[in-house]
């Protein structure tokens, strides 16, 4: 709702589309101490996300939703995913997409805690 030019533009090109809506992005939200207590020190990586963290315009906020990588999880394990495919009115494209109606944070965050620890210095 931030942006209706730029949905327009997207919802009217051929690309195939994913929308995860808040609401379901909500499962992939983290706390800042735990998130830091459990990678700060285990890769480069890990580092980089947590110093971003800090440094960001809102750092200071202690909660945040990972919807980005909630949505990439959900592509790259779709097992972890419950989706619709809804078509959009035809002022906005008339088209099929992929709408995400819940999906597994839990198991989103172990693969994404796993594939950082996995990382070397």
């Given at each position: 709702?931030?942006?209706?030019?730029?949905?327009?533009?997207?919802?009217?090109?051929?690309?195939?589309?994913?929308?995860?809506?808040?609401?379901?992005?909500?499962?992939?939200?983290?706390?800042?101490?735990?998130?830091?207590?459990?990678?700060?020190?285990?890769?480069?990586?890990?580092?980089?996300?947590?110093?971003?963290?800090?440094?960001?315009?809102?750092?200071?906020?202690?909660?945040?939703?990972?919807?980005?990588l909630g949505?990439?999880?959900?592509?790259?394990?779709?097992?972890?995913?419950?989706?619709?495919?809804?078509?959009?009115?035809?002022?906005?494209?008339?088209?099929?997409?992929?709408?995400?109606?819940?999906?597994?944070?839990?198991?989103?965050?172990?693969?994404?805690?796993?594939?950082?620890?996995?990382?070397?210095?």
């Amino acid at each position: 709702m931030m942006d209706m030019q730029a949905l327009d533009v997207v919802l009217n090109t051929p690309v195939e589309l994913h929308i995860i809506p808040n609401n379901v992005a909500r499962k992939m939200e983290v706390a800042f101490g735990d998130t830091y207590q459990r990678l700060a020190g285990t890769s480069r990586v890990a580092d980089l996300l947590l110093r971003r963290w800090e440094e960001h315009a809102d750092g200071g906020r202690n909660q945040r939703v990972l919807w980005d990588l909630g949505l990439i999880q959900a592509i790259i394990h779709p097992k972890w995913a419950t989706t619709e495919e809804i078509k959009t009115s035809p002022e906005k494209g008339n088209r099929v997409i992929t709408f995400y109606t819940d999906i597994d944070g839990a198991a989103m965050m172990r693969d994404f805690c796993d594939d950082l620890l996995n990382y070397t210095r």
